[in-house]
């Protein structure tokens, strides 16, 4: 079995060495997603609960062009700058998996890129 790079021209491109998705087999692992509006590639204005709708958005589309949904969700990694977001975080993060509810974990981390306030990386199938 060989693996198969995802590209969705929905959410924003890698700013790095990594691919924003691989899929192996009928599994899809996600790269971390930031704050970044894909048409601008700049953190979208706000605090944390815009920050994590544009994550989610990102997530959403991301598992859409790569022929999954948020309904498929097995597992997703929340890093947070600070625990006290972890509230608000939950509250949207619920909204967008209500069906789903995946494998999760949250932690709280020294500093993230582009100095954003949340990244999530996920797992889903196919």
Not at 6 to 29: E, H, M, T, W
Not at 68 to 85: G, V
Not at 112 to 118: A, Q, R, S
Request: proline residues 4%; contains cysteine; glycine residues 6%.
């Amino acid at each position: 079995m060989s693996h198969k790079i995802i590209k969705s021209n929905r959410v924003p491109d890698a700013i790095g060495p990594y691919s924003q998705a691989v899929c192996y087999g009928n599994l899809l692992f996600c790269s971390g997603q930031i704050a970044l509006d894909p048409h601008t590639m700049h953190v979208v204005d706000g605090g944390i609960r815009e920050q994590t709708i544009q994550v989610m958005e990102n997530i959403k589309s991301l598992l859409e062009d790569a022929g999954s949904s948020m309904d498929r969700l097995l597992k997703c990694s929340i890093f947070l700058a600070s625990m006290d977001d972890f509230a608000v975080v939950n509250e949207i993060y619920g909204s967008y998996v209500q069906s789903s509810k995946p494998a999760r974990e949250t932690m709280a981390v020294r500093t993230l890129p582009k100095n954003v306030l949340i990244e999530i990386s996920a797992t889903a199938y196919i």
